[in-house]
């Protein structure tokens, strides 16, 4: 890691690398099969609720090798030139099973910063994180996560929100839906982030992407034909007033 990276990182809002070993991916993606064993055609048939049921348990699992405290330990080298140590870090991950192209109901988030479902009091310490997501598997240019280039420059003054009507996505508080991190309350951007920009991470399985938790990203419909499978965590800057809980009530410990 150098300087230049550094500046990239600054500049853009997200910097690409790959991982100096895929043991911890290879894990992950052991315990998906395991748990995803029917056909495409099944899962794309299944109900929204019995589909989030699987994809919550699998989760579960996931969470139970303590994945995300072992990928930073792993990768803290390279973490630690984009925030200085301690930091706070989530403690639990959200599994991403995108089935293909689900535009009648929500199975991704659209496009937001972290801080948008963060209470005002915290909001500029979830700005100053970061957000890990890892590629797991059929991860390709066709479904991969969308963002805003540089939009982690846009002043939050100037970008205008409303909640946003989700009749299709039907997440209660407390669901399965809510546990694998789909909202229960979205809102969406009306004014002030120009969507029509919006392009894919070029990233693929062996590598991992770490951006600023004020680029905004999300909408990754998956355009391809397989379940896209990745993983993602928070890192807040460690602070006396940092929230015990980021806004995914998932709790935090510093490392």
Known sequence: MNSNIRGRYRKEGYCLQSFCQT???????????EHFDQTITDYCLMGSDEYRSIVAE???????LNIAEKLVFQEKKIISQFMI????????????????????????VGYHRESFYSDVEH??????????????????????????????????????????SEDKSSVKKGS???????????????GGVDLTTGVRFDASV????????QLIHGNGINNAEDIRFSIDFNILPHSDKTPVHIPSDFECFSI
């Open 58 to 64: 699998c989760q579960d699992e996931i969470n139970s």
């Open 85 to 108: 140590s301690p930091f706070l870090l989530q403690s639990r991950v959200f599994l991403r099973a995108t089935r293909p192209s689900k535009e009648q109901i929500q199975e991704y």
């Open 23 to 33: 043991s911890l991916v290879r894990s992950i993606k052991r315990i998906i099969e």
């Open 206 to 213: 062996g590598s991992y992407i770490v951006f600023s938790n």
């Open 176 to 190: 399965s839906g809510h546990k694998i991190g789909l909202l229960y309350s979205p809102k969406e951007i009306i």
């Open 123 to 164: 909001k500029h310490i979830v700005d100053q994180g970061m957000t890990i997501w890892v590629p797991i598997k059929n991860v390709n240019y066709r479904n991969t996560l969308n963002f805003i280039p540089r939009s982690h420059t846009i002043p939050s003054t100037e970008i205008k929100l409303q909640p946003k």
